[in-house]
């Protein structure tokens, strides 16, 4: 018999995301979700140890003392979503820049009259750590109650090496202190700070030389990401600044491809990053480079959708190129104001005709890929953490069709209720 302090019983669906668990999925196996009618599911301890049918439960399955049980009849239950693409710790805010896109300007000309990346930059090294860690903390509350479980946090808004030390180590405060998990990435390569910018490969020696050892010597950060674009950093800069990172132990992801063609994806593939971001851009070669050497596609559709772009990543012909595909909110102040994985599963099928099953297996256990969190999260199977949602909805494919509201009654992490009736039980 089974002992469980946590125990979740009656979903319409219970959707298991088990496995091909040797490998992020790819092509038709996105839309393999494992689903169990009448599921239910059992944990103890934070972790997973039995899923099945609720009859099956009744049979197999003993509650502690105290056990908590959700009853989750008529509703779907899934993983907690995982988001592996945010700039979660900035200071200030953009909403200025809006009004500026809707009257036409691009992306590159507000950066010109002195908004874009560097506004947030000015604004975050006056900021303090209690600041900072005040405002995530109000973000990540939000998005835990959209459902997500598990973010990636990136620096990139310090661009000096005092301010970017100051990001990484609230973010890791945050993985510590607050019950999401929150994976740290260094991007000291975000942008060319102002005071470098007559003199680009100075900033990149700045990377390499003192930022990147600091990092690694605090180990701060897991990834190292570089914002490789026309105007920014050169495939050439940003594979010294990959080579350096490597050094250190650090895992590599790129923002690729997102405002040109400039061989990001390719440059991916070569160096074997773990994911390649954006990809808007990303040509023919890229998308079969990437294929054969596993990187994962991070795909960002609000971003496209804020910005006006008119233009989405190719999700049709990832998927059938065989390149794995995960989905982000690209939560920051400039180019995407939204904490809602739920918006970003919507917008994968509306904007880039993918198929619901295929969105919510790039926004679970292909995320957890993504940040190399596959063992722990991203799909519920005895040994992983209880990380999971219950939806106010009779079955998956209600989480992309039903926008515009929080279907998300129940949010579980690490087996304890955190959000109970669509409210913060803390």
Known sequence: MIHADLIVEGAAELLTLAGASGHPRRGPELRELGIIRNGALAARRGKIVWVGSTDERRAAVRPIPFCKLVEAYGKTVLPGLVDPHTHLVFAGSRENEFAMRIEGKTYMEIAAAG????????????????????????????????????????????????????????????????????VPTFMGAHEIPPEFRIHPDGYVSLVIEQMIPAVAEKKLARFCDVFCETGVFSVEQTARI?????????????????????????????????TADHLLYANDDGIRAMADAGVIAVLLPGTAYFLHMQRYARARDMIAAGVPIALATDFNPGSCMTESMPL????????????????????????????????GVGSLEVGKQADLLVLDAPNHEHLCYHFGVNLVDTVVKNGKVLVEGGQHVR
């Not at 604004?123 to 860690?133: E, F, N, V, W, Y």
């Not at 917008?347 to 940040?371: F, V």
Request: charged residues 25%.
């Open 115 to 182: 908004g874009g990346i560097n506004a947030t930059v000015a604004a975050t090294r006056q900021a303090s750590k209690a600041d900072l860690a005040f405002a995530a903390r109000r973000t990540l509350h939000r998005m835990l109650a959209l459902g997500t479980t598990t973010v990636e946090a990136k620096s990139g808004y310090g661009l000096d090496l005092e301010s970017e030390i100051k990001m990484l180590e609230v973010i890791n405060e945050l993985n510590q202190d607050d019950p999401m998990s929150v």
């Open 242 to 274: 990959f080579e350096a990172a490597r050094a250190a132990d650090m895992e590599l992801r790129v923002h690729a491809d997102e405002l040109t063609d400039l061989g990001g994806a390719a440059m991916a593939a070569r160096l074997r990053a773990r």
């Open 344 to 375: 970003i599963l919507n917008l994968a099928c509306t904007q880039m005709r993918m198929l619901p099953a295929e969105a919510i297996a790039a926004g679970t256990i292909n995320a957890a890929w993504a940040l190399g969190e596959q063992t």
